[in-house]
């Protein structure tokens, strides 16, 4: 099992930029890809952006694309999430996932074998 801690969330105004960060631990050699998922109040959790870990590719949600850049320290276990140009739709809790499978449906959360316990952003207009 791999322990996932997130960190980095706060309140931003509209146009602002934050760093997110999960640190993992435990079979981390296991450890595939990981992603960042959100999920807002009343809605269900997202697919935000994934990293394979080995080669460094990444993909993202269309929402998101051109301005969150996903990415990891390999040496550190850590994945980083930077969220420049913020909108108040980005409010929301993000959540850090993990997964050991290398064929999976990257947007879905059944996917993921590990999950962080998630951070708020709360992005002001």
């Known amino acids: 099992q791999v322990q996932l801690v997130e960190s980095g969330g706060g309140l931003v105004q509209a146009g602002g930029s934050l760093r997110l960060s999960c640190a993992a631990s435990g079979r981390t050699f296991s450890t595939y890809a990981m992603g960042w998922f959100r999920q807002a109040p009343g809605k269900e959790r997202e697919f935000v952006a994934i990293?394979?870990?080995?080669?460094?590719?990444?993909y993202y949600a269309d929402s998101v694309k051109g301005r969150f850049t996903i990415s990891r320290d390999n040496a550190k276990n850590t994945v980083y999430l930077q969220m420049n140009s913020l909108k108040p739709e980005d409010t929301a809790v993000y959540y850090c996932a993990a997964t050991a499978a290398r064929n999976i449906v990257i947007f879905t959360t059944s996917s993921y074998d590990s999950w962080g316990q998630g951070t708020q952003v709360t992005v002001s207009s």
């Open positions: 990293i394979k870990l080995s080669v460094g590719s990444t």
